[in-house]
């Protein structure tokens, strides 16, 4: 016996976009995330999001939720898998606010950016991306950021998953890249294990954990202003050949 799919239609909004015409990985795999869990308030189990291709901006796109899998799909095309994992996955470290703040001034993109029109990493508008733009932390192999959450991120239920998605996406691939360089993400597991808040202040940290031919991975993780750790993720980026 067969379980049916539960279809629905996803078209993800063009402010959303992270390499120009697509959207930004973090926000789709945040919203697989959300798919999976609910959008249950607290800590929620880890989620595992491949990304097989790029995903369309302003397309009517269709969500397909199983009991353990959700699926999204141009068409027949395959765009992207969740899953749940039994994993808790762990920070990168802490770094203060004030110091992730800081090490903004480093960004490699504020010297040349593969993709400024980015909704996480990119040079938008105050309000508009999320701007973070992370930095080398001295005496260390950490990049962090200084987040002070927008209003204009925010729903009546708070910060959606779609945007930590995003927070924690970008991240883990300036943790290796210089100016101009770039790859594309292909897999992103994230865990929310707290409550963010509208207008709070948070130190979003990653680190580079190795490298294998063309693929980079990295760990991030978005942090309270005393230390706790509110979500973290895992990422696998493709460099271009």
């Not at 040349?112 to 001295?138: N, S, T, Y």
Request: hydrophobic share 40%; proline share 7%.
């Amino acid at each position: 016996m067969t379980t049916a799919a539960l279809q629905t239609v996803l078209t993800v909004p063009k402010r959303f976009r992270g390499p120009v015409g697509v959207a930004n990985g973090g926000w789709i795999a945040g919203t697989m995330e959300e798919a999976l869990n609910g959008g249950r308030s607290g800590s929620r189990s880890a989620v595992e999001v491949t990304l097989h291709a790029p995903t369309p901006l302003e397309t009517e796109l269709r969500l397909d939720h199983m009991a353990n899998s959700a699926s999204l799909f141009h068409g027949d095309k395959l765009l992207v898998e969740a899953i749940p994992v039994t994993e808790d996955l762990e920070g990168p470290g802490f770094v203060p606010f004030n110091d992730a703040a800081r090490a903004e001034a480093g960004f490699a993109g504020l010297r040349k950016h593969p993709f400024a029109e980015c909704f996480a990493c990119g040079l938008r508008e105050p309000g508009d991306g999320l701007r973070i733009f992370p930095g080398p932390v001295e005496g260390s192999d950490l990049v962090a950021a200084g987040w002070r959450v927008p209003f204009t991120v925010t729903d009546e239920d708070g910060v959606p998953a779609s945007i930590i998605g995003a927070v924690l996406d970008c991240i883990t691939g300036w943790a290796h890249f210089g100016p101009g360089e770039s790859a594309l993400l292909g897999r992103l597991t994230l865990q929310i294990r707290g409550e963010i808040l509208p207008g709070g202040r948070y130190s979003v940290v990653a680190r580079p954990t190795g490298r294998d031919g063309r693929k980079l991975y990295g760990q991030s993780g978005i942090y309270e202003v005393d230390g706790t750790l509110v979500a973290a993720a895992k990422a696998t980026w493709i460099a271009p050949r």
